[in-house]
C-alpha cells in the first residue's frame, strides 16, 4: 500500500533553515508528481510546491517563492523541502501528497518557527 | 490565483440526512481538476473526489460530486456517524493549487 512518511520537523528561530524529507513506498515513486502542503495550526490547508516526476517541472506558493526549494531522489523513492529565511507565519504542519493533487497524503511533521 | 469560497462555514445536521456542500471559483476551473477532501480531527486529510466527479478508491458511493466551471457541489446522500470532519475543495488546474477555506460538517 501506499506509504508516505516526513521527517525532519522541529523548532527553528526566524531567519533559520530546515530541510523536511519524505520517503515513499508502496508505488513507483518516478512515476508521479509529488507535492508538498502545510496547515498553520487551528487553519485550513495551504499547497505549497509541487514537482514533476523528472523533477523538470517544479511550481511553488507566491508565499514561499524564493525561500523554499522542493527536489527529489527518484533512486531514493525520496522527496524534499529545504526551507530557508523562516518566518513565524510558516510554523506548520508538512505534509507530503502524491500526485499534484493529494491523491495519498503522509502524516505530516511539525515545523515551528520561534525565537 | 485562483480564489476558492466554501459555503457554508459551518454545516449542522444529524445521521441519515443529505448534506449538500458548496465550493465556488472566482475563475473557471481548467478540465474540472477540482477536488474535495475529508479531514477528521488529529488525522491527514484524504482524498474523497478528483476531477470534480470521480470517487477516490474506497471511497463509499454516498459521497458525490458534481459541477463544472466555478461552481461545484460535494452531496453525502446519507450521513453516517463517522462523515462528521471537514470538508476542502482544491483546485488543481492552475497554480498555485488553491484550497478552499473549508466547510465543518457538525452533529446537529
Known amino acids: 500500500q501506499v506509504q508516505l512518511v516526513e521527517s525532519g520537523g522541529g523548532l527553528v528561530k526566524p531567519g533559520g533553515s530546515l530541510r523536511l524529507s519524505c520517503a515513499a513506498s508502496?508505488?513507483?515513486?518516478?512515476?508521479?508528481?509529488m507535492s508538498w502542503i502545510r496547515q498553520a495550526p487551528g487553519k485550513g490547508l495551504e499547497w505549497v510546491s509541487c514537482?514533476?516526476?523528472?523533477?523538470?517541472?517544479?511550481y511553488y506558493a507566491d508565499s514561499v517563492k524564493g525561500r523554499f526549494t522542493i527536489s527529489r531522489d527518484n533512486a531514493k523513492n525520496s522527496l524534499f523541502l529545504q526551507m530557508n529565511s523562516l518566518r513565524a507565519e510558516d510554523t506548520a504542519v508538512y505534509y507530503c501528497?502524491?500526485?499534484?493533487?493529494?491523491?495519498?497524503w503522509g502524516q505530516g511533521t511539525l515545523v515551528t518557527v520561534s525565537s | 490565483e485562483i480564489v476558492l469560497t466554501q459555503s457554508p462555514g459551518t454545516l449542522s445536521l444529524s445521521p441519515g440526512e443529505r448534506a449538500t456542500l458548496s465550493c465556488r471559483a472566482s475563475?473557471?476551473?481548467?478540465?474540472?481538476?477540482l477536488n474535495w477532501h475529508q479531514q477528521k480531527p488529529g488525522q491527514a486529510p484524504r482524498l474523497l473526489i478528483y476531477?470534480?466527479?470521480s470517487r477516490a478508491t474506497g471511497i463509499p458511493d454516498r459521497f458525490s460530486g458534481s459541477g463544472s466551471g466555478t461552481d461545484f457541489t460535494l452531496t453525502i446522500s446519507r450521513l453516517e456517524p463517522e462523515d462528521f470532519a471537514v470538508y476542502y475543495c482544491?483546485?488543481?488546474?492552475?497554480?498555485?493549487?488553491?484550497f478552499g477555506q473549508g466547510t465543518k460538517l457538525e452533529i446537529k
Open positions: 501528497a502524491r500526485g499534484r493533487y493529494g491523491a495519498y
Open positions: 508502496g508505488f513507483t515513486f518516478s512515476d508521479y508528481y
Open positions: 514537482i514533476s516526476s523528472s523533477g523538470n517541472t517544479i
Open positions: 475563475q473557471s476551473v481548467s478540465s474540472s481538476y
Open positions: 476531477g470534480a466527479s
Open positions: 482544491q483546485q488543481y488546474g492552475s497554480s498555485p493549487y488553491t
